[in-house]
């Protein structure tokens, strides 16, 4: 695609100032003016323009259909067959931004023959007037759930302003990389549509009175800044702040959940904010916003609310990956310090909107630990929602796992895609902009900020200068940098000395290591070594430079442990190892077993840790081992190596246990985490057949059920096995008095279905007999809930066998089993 001097990261990351408008801005140096050399990013980004950026513009057909229906409709072409659809052309739209920054990288007229017949689709179904949503255009009655009964009745959460926010973003990116404006016109005519509608009225919407509400779902307000960057007009800046403005003043809900205030930031005005609440993704998208407008119409209100926000999030609310929002349901913030790990959300997209916002308060604040919390959570979370083949993705990023729980949205692992596929589309989008985020500068001030091996020419007071890191970063710590003035030239060098260098792995109140010894770092010049002044977490080097001048920065990457804040219940007297800026984890297939068996009763002996490469068809990864203390199955301690790996590394060779936090005492150990619980009613289960990605145990595990689609608890199915018949045994501590036995089925969009019929038999003496049935009762096969029966006449039993009879080529599954005893 034909290359243009515009950039299309400052677009995104904005140079924001503590003093707004006295200072100098910063301004990143653009991505296309950046080359990636880096071993450990570029083969990332030929992976994704080969391979995610194609499987992902194939699973996002059907927003492409979605947007044809409307343009089919608007030209009178009869549509049948088209179901309505809150968001699924935002996942199209993030797939062509993306596509559009790594096309950057080589041209590519296939590409961008698609992106023009996708935009040929997308202005056929903008409507005369702007408006640009198919749910409503083609008039589908089914698009009142949750999208009102018409246009912009139902703006919290019918994500109609979302979509179009993701659609101005691809615009201005495809605009940017093949000059090519259709899209940039579209975008264009619906913003002036929505401003008529929400600012100054339009008598085809809401009786001709201005809306005047922000949006469930943030996002329009970012692009309203890209659009303003872009084409310089004053309306879409305007639009913007408006939307900041009236949030939480003019429209606050009133009801519980996704229905509350809290939940998109809608409790108070956004100026008086001072804690990060409601849903993670919506959270992070505001405050980038406000970051933005602040900056650009010098509202100094925005970075008093967005300092206590920062604090907030990095003292109590966040993971040691990055991750942010860690509950399950409104997907976002729960009380201070609730981290769980195996049951912890953190969805993909918020440790995305968790990079951009830090990155922007860099910007705001010249301070380095905004970059570091941004690097923790790209090298942690962010790179671990997609696999080194680029083809499989994390929605849900916990902290441990039992290598069966699907955690992930019905898997125990990365799944192809998703229903609501935000997340790999995010990931599109985001990992070609990181070189955008390698240097910035202002006046004589130039940064390094992220280190990767690259190479840019950049413009210091009036000099060009070029600039080259080669390193091996992240893996490794030495950091060799040339510098290449046009001709001899004064200015401030600033290189990041990462919070992990120091006496914590990222800042905030949260994390510690448990040792104060620091190995220092080093800093060289032309081989001489040289003392550095630091400032807001920078090594300042003030001189002038020459043509060929070298300088080493070496940060020692040694093993360190790390300890949580005593008020996180869930990891007290457990420990974290990390390594430079990856934290570690421990998988069971490079140790023998059960990750959770293991635990750190003595000091680790980190100074003894091997650190090695491992090799894998789809990529490497660096791998540590170390002494440690496991339990084995008779509940005898014995010394093993533990084997970590870089936590985004995690699950890229199949399911299996992970753990981050690692117990320090023996009795938080287990040696198998698929056990029954001790509380259990059973003492044993067993089956005729169990698939390797489920476990027998999960029928007696009390962990409740909601849905009969097993994609929240653990389950026990008999895949692979289909049409054959089935039987699953659970014995009791001792012979019961039976009331009623329920059995919470399971049914999937694949192949697990309820049983064509089932029974039950009671082992009676050794012997087994037929369950007798109450006169009323029969074996049901309800959804989502427990089918129960009871016994015709008292019943003592020892077990019970529950025999299934699965329908032709379907497999069978339990969630849970309910006994009740006679007291």
């Keep these: 695609m034909k290359a243009r001097i515009l950039s299309l990261i400052y677009l995104c990351q904005f140079a924001v100032t503590t003093q707004w408008a006295k200072d100098e801005p910063l301004r990143p140096v653009s991505f296309h003016k950046v080359e990636m050399t880096s071993d450990f990013w570029r083969p990332r980004l030929i992976t994704q323009r080969k391979v995610l950026v194609p499987f992902a513009f194939e699973k996002t057909e059907p927003g492409i259909a979605h947007l044809q229906a409307a343009a089919d409709h608007l030209a009178g072409i009869k549509v049948d067959g088209h179901r309505a659809h809150r968001f699924i052309d935002s996942d199209l739209y993030k797939v062509m931004e993306g596509a559009a920054y790594l096309a950057r990288l080589k041209d590519d007229p296939e590409l961008e023959a698609q992106f023009d017949r996708i935009v040929d689709v997308i202005a056929a179904a903008q409507e005369p007037d702007g408006y640009l949503y198919p749910s409503h255009t083609t008039g589908v009655g089914e698009a009142r759930n949750m999208m009102g009964d018409s246009p912009y009745t139902y703006v919290v959460h019918s994500h109609e302003l979302y979509n179009m926010g993701h659609m101005y973003e691809a615009a201005v990116a495809y605009y940017l990389a093949t000059g090519k404006n259709k899209l940039l016109k579209v975008a264009e005519k619906n913003a002036r549509h929505i401003n008529k509608v929400f600012f100054e009225g339009d008598p085809k919407y809401n009786g001709g009175k201005p809306i005047r509400q922000a949006p469930g779902h943030q996002e329009i307000e970012l692009a309203l800044v890209k659009l303003h960057k872009v084409t310089g007009k004053q309306l879409y800046l305007d639009m913007a702040r408006k939307f900041l403005e009236v949030r939480g003043v003019t429209y606050v809900p009133q009801g519980e959940g996704v229905r509350s205030s809290t939940y998109a930031q809608q409790q108070a005005p956004v100026t008086e904010q001072k804690e990060a609440v409601g849903h993670a993704v919506r959270a992070t998208y505001l405050y980038s916003a406000m970051a933005d407008v602040g900056k650009l119409t010098?509202?100094?209100?925005?970075?008093?609310?967005?300092?206590?926000?920062?604090?907030?999030?990095?003292?109590?609310?966040?993971?040691?990956?990055?991750?942010?929002?860690?509950?399950?349901?409104?997907?976002?913030?729960?009380?201070?310090?609730?981290?769980?790990?195996?049951?912890?959300?953190?969805?993909?997209?918020?440790?995305?909107?968790?990079?951009?916002?830090?990155?922007?308060?860099?910007?705001?604040?010249?301070?380095?630990?905004?970059?570091?919390?941004?690097?923790?959570?790209?090298?942690?979370?962010?790179?671990?929602?997609?696999?080194?083949?680029?083809?499989?993705?994390?929605?849900?990023?916990?902290?441990?796992?039992?290598?069966?729980?699907?955690?992930?949205?019905?898997?125990?692992?990365?799944?192809?895609?998703?229903?609501?596929?935000c997340c790999p589309s995010n990931m599109a989008r985001l990992l070609p902009q990181v070189q955008g985020m390698t240097y910035a500068h202002a006046g004589k001030d130039l940064y390094i900020t992220f280190y990767a091996e690259t190479a840019t020419k950049i413009k210091i007071a009036g000099t060009e200068v070029g600039l080259r890191q080669k390193t091996a970063y992240p893996n490794e710590g030495k950091i060799e940098i040339s510098l290449n003035p046009s001709e001899s030239t004064d200015f401030r060098l600033h290189l990041r000395i990462p919070t992990w260098a120091g006496k914590q792995f990222v800042p905030g109140e949260l994390y510690q290591y448990t040792d104060s010894e620091v190995e220092p770092w080093k800093l060289s010049i032309?081989?001489?070594?040289?003392?550095?002044?630091?400032?807001?977490?920078?090594?300042?080097?003030?001189?002038?430079?020459?043509?060929?001048?070298?300088?080493?920065?070496?940060?020692?990457?040694?093993?360190?442990?790390?300890?949580?804040?005593?008020?996180?219940?869930?990891?007290?007297?457990?420990?974290?190892?990390?390594?430079?800026?990856?934290?570690?984890?421990?998988?069971?297939?490079?140790?023998?077993?059960?990750?959770?068996?293991?635990?750190?009763?003595?000091?680790?002996?980190?100074?003894?840790?091997?650190?090695?490469?491992?090799?894998?068809?789809?990529?490497?990864?660096?791998?540590?081992?170390?002494?440690?203390?496991?339990?084995?199955?008779?509940?005898?301690?014995?010394?093993?190596?533990?084997?970590?790996?870089?936590?985004?590394?995690?699950?890229?060779?199949?399911?299996?246990?992970?753990?981050?936090?690692?117990?320090?005492?023996?009795?938080?150990?287990?040696?198998?985490?698929?056990?029954?619980?001790?509380?259990?009613?059973?003492?044993?289960?067993?089956?005729?057949?169990?698939?390797?990605?489920?476990?027998?145990?999960?029928?007696?595990?009390?962990?409740?059920?909601?849905?009969?689609?097993?994609?929240?608890?653990?389950?026990?199915?008999?895949?692979?096995?289909?049409?054959?018949?089935?039987?699953?045994?659970?014995?009791?501590?001792?012979?019961?008095?039976?009331?009623?036995?329920?059995?919470?089925?399971?049914?999937?969009?694949?192949?697990?279905?309820?049983?064509k019929e089932w029974s039950l038999e009671v082992e009676q003496g050794g012997q087994w007999n037929p369950f007798e049935l109450y006169v009323t009762d029969r074996y049901d096969m309800r959804a989502n809930q427990y089918n129960v029966v009871h016994p015709a006449a008292p019943l003592i039993c020892d077990a019970i066998r529950i025999r299934m009879n699965p329908k032709e080529d379907a497999c069978v599954g339990i969630l849970e089993v309910q006994v009740a005893f006679e007291k």
């Design 298 to 421: 010098r509202n100094t209100a925005y970075s008093k609310a967005l300092d206590y926000i920062w604090g907030n999030l990095v003292n109590t609310r966040m993971h040691i990956t990055g991750g942010l929002g860690a509950v399950h349901g409104i997907e976002g913030f729960g009380p201070k310090y609730l981290l769980p790990n195996a049951d912890a959300f953190n969805e993909t997209c918020a440790a995305v909107g968790n990079v951009l916002f830090n990155f922007r308060m860099f910007l705001v604040h010249k301070d380095a630990k905004y970059l570091d919390v941004a690097e923790v959570a790209l090298l942690n979370n962010v790179l671990a929602a997609v696999n080194l083949e680029g083809n499989r993705f994390f929605y849900v990023n916990p902290l441990e796992a039992d290598g069966k729980y699907p955690f992930n949205h019905g898997t125990a692992g990365r799944a192809p895609w998703f229903g609501t596929a």
């Design 526 to 755: 032309n081989g001489k070594s040289v003392k550095a002044g630091t400032q807001n977490g920078f090594a300042v080097i003030d001189r002038r430079w020459e043509k060929g001048d070298r300088i080493t920065l070496d940060l020692p990457m040694t093993v360190r442990v790390n300890e949580c804040h005593d008020k996180v219940e869930d990891n007290h007297g457990r420990l974290a190892l990390t390594r430079g800026p990856f934290v570690l984890c421990a998988e069971g297939l490079d140790n023998g077993g059960a990750t959770q068996r293991f635990f750190l009763g003595k000091t680790p002996a980190t100074a003894k840790a091997r650190v090695t490469t491992t090799k894998i068809p789809s990529g490497s990864f660096i791998q540590a081992q170390l002494p440690a203390e496991a339990v084995t199955a008779n509940g005898i301690t014995e010394e093993k190596n533990l084997s970590l790996i870089p936590y985004y590394a995690w699950n890229n060779r199949g399911p299996s246990s992970m753990t981050v936090w690692f117990p320090k005492e023996k009795e938080l150990s287990v040696f198998d985490p698929h056990e029954l619980p001790k509380e259990s009613i059973f003492s044993k289960i067993s089956a005729s057949q169990t698939s390797d990605l489920d476990t027998v145990s999960a029928i007696g595990d009390g962990k409740e059920p909601r849905w009969s689609s097993g994609k929240k608890v653990p389950r026990w199915t008999s895949r692979p096995q289909k049409g054959k018949p089935q039987w699953v045994e659970a014995r009791f501590h001792a012979a019961k008095n039976v009331r009623s036995v329920g059995v919470y089925w399971m049914q999937d969009q694949q192949d697990v279905k309820f049983p």
